[in-house]
């Protein structure tokens, strides 16, 4: 069978995404055919793109959609042909596709009041806001937290989330507009910064009684990290998860003890969804949370799967707001 699919040949700006006419194998054992209906578009597939994060080439690229199980391979059990499923990596790259074949295990079943679109912009971004208000820091009522890029994908999901929690959310941005998109959602005092060269602290210590935040959720990097230091309080946590600026500055443990030694922690997706189990768990805890209404999914933009380097451009340049799906 034959499909529609972006391959990557070499790292680079949007151009180097080619949609081309690929072979799709039958599914083998294990293994299930799944023809999409919705792909997420995630800042990291910019990152896989221009080599930010290494990948071998050539090579698909995306690692979230959602589709409906078209065949399985023989001998295969968990989901049969009809099934709505969703995925969020633990396969090749070939999100950006209108079929692949994929592996069952990796296969998270959709629930019916969730609709693909839906479901497409949630996961990926979801499972990332679970583990990070759940485990990488522990969100309490009564904490105050600070997320970078509030009102973006990742962002509008946690200001929403750690709101239900019963914490104070502090979010950066990067204009009014996202200021009160952010609001919105659920962030108290959106903060809004210079692109150029973002400050902050300050503010977080004036919101805090001087005490700084509880947590830093840190996804900009490189123009952040050294403000996200100076945000904390006594003890606190500084989670960095992501590069949209660039990687961040390394950090001297032997300075932590003169920012009030706070932990501080890389944390990635894939040491967190570590066994089918796992990411089970974090993914039910997420649509729990969209069925009682706590989280609310804004899908903000719409491109056909095939205008993909559109949605890279847009997405790079700061102009989109909340998740953005591409439809095969
Ligand atoms: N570690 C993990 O497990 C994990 C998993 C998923 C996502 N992430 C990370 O979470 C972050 C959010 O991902 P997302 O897909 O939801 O994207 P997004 O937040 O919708 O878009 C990125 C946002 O980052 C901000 N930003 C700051 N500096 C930027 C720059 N130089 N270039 C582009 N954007 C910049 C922009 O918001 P402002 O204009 O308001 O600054 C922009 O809208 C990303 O850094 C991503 O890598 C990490």
């Known amino acids: 069978m034959k499909t529609n699919a972006f391959r990557v040949y070499k790292h680079g700006g949007p151009a180097v995404l080619k949609w081309e006419t690929v072979d799709v194998p039958a599914p083998g054992k294990g293994e299930a055919l799944i023809k999409h209906t919705a792909v997420g578009l995630n800042l990291a597939d910019t990152y896989r793109r221009t080599g930010l994060y290494p990948i071998k080439l050539p090579s698909g690229i995306g690692n979230e959609a959602v589709g409906v199980v078209e065949a399985v391979g023989p001998g295969t059990r968990g989901v049969k042909v009809g099934d709505r499923v969703g995925y969020i990596g633990g396969m090749a790259l070939d999100g950006y596709s209108q079929r692949r074949v994929a592996p069952v295990g990796s296969l998270i079943p959709i629930p019916d009041y969730i609709n693909d679109r839906t479901a497409a912009a949630a996961l990926l971004k979801g499972i990332t806001a679970q583990y990070l208000l759940r ?11 600070v997320v970078h890029a509030a009102a973006g994908g990742v962002g509008l999901i946690m200001c929403q989330w750690a709101n239900a929690i019963g914490a104070t959310v502090i979010g950066i941005v990067s204009s009014e507009e996202k200021a009160k998109i952010a609001k919105k959602n659920g962030c108290h005092h959106p903060i809004v910064v210079k692109r150029s060269k973002p400050k902050f602290a300050k503010k977080v210590r004036e919101l805090t009684n001087g005490e700084g935040a509880h947590c830093i ?8 990290w050294e403000e996200s230091l100076a945000s904390v309080r006594l003890r606190g946590s500084v989670i960095s998860f992501g590069s949209a ?8 443990i032997a300075d932590t003890g003169g920012l009030g030694s706070p932990y501080i922690a890389r944390c990635a997706l894939v040491n967190y969804t570590t066994s089918r189990s796992e990411t089970m768990a974090r993914a039910r805890d997420l649509f729990k949370a969209i069925k009682t209404g706590a989280v609310k999914i804004s899908v ?7 205008d993909a380097a559109q949605a890279h451009k847009d997405i790079e340049a700061r102009k989109t707001t909340g998740s953005t799906v591409l439809l095969p």
Not at 245 to 252: A, E, I, N, V
Not at 300 to 306: D, E, F, P, S, T
């Open 217 to 224: 959720y840190d996804s900009v990097g490189r123009d952040t």
């Open 245 to 252: 600026s660039g990687k961040p500055p390394k950090t001297d």
């Open 300 to 306: 903000n933009q719409r491109y056909k799967l095939k």
């Open 135 to 145: 485990d990488s820091y522990r969100v309490k009522k009564g904490d105050t937290i």
